[in-house]
Nanobody, 123 residues
Framework: QVQLVESGGGLVEPGGSLRLSCVASGRTFSSYVLGWFRQAPGEERKFVATITRSSHTKYYSTSVKGRFTISRDNGKNTVYLQMNSLKPEDTALYYC????????????????WGQGTQVTVSS
């Protein structure tokens, strides 16, 4: 089992940047596929990015591709989401998630979730 704790959210102006971090407990971090999802008020939880165990493969949603970068440091049990050129429509609660299966855009595939960190993009 793994516990996930996100941090790094906040208020940023349009065009700004933030880096989210998600630290996992446990000694098997490298065995998990990791993902970032987000949920805006009144909307479903949506896929943002995912990264495989060795960082060999990364997938991004169309809305963030080219602006966001997912990475992981297995030695630090941490996954990151670097967010650049932020837009007001990026405002949401961002969640880190993990599963021991395959990299997927489907939140149902992920077994473990953090509590979320709020990102607000506004002038």
């Amino acid at each position: 089992q793994v516990q996930l704790v996100e941090s790094g959210g906040g208020l940023v102006e349009p065009g700004g940047s933030l880096r989210l971090s998600c630290v996992a407990s446990g000694r098997t971090f490298s065995s998990y596929v990791l993902g970032w999802f987000r949920q805006a008020p009144g909307e479903e939880r949506k896929f943002v990015a995912t990264i495989t165990r060795s960082s060999h493969t990364k997938y991004y949603s169309t809305s963030v591709k080219g602006r966001f970068t997912i990475s992981r440091d297995n030695g630090k049990n941490t996954v990151y989401l670097q967010m650049n050129s932020l837009k007001p429509e990026d405002t949401a609660l961002y969640y880190c998630a993990a599963n021991q299966g395959v990299a997927s855009t489907d939140p149902e595939v992920y077994n473990y979730w953090g509590q979320g960190t709020q990102v607000t993009v506004s002038s």
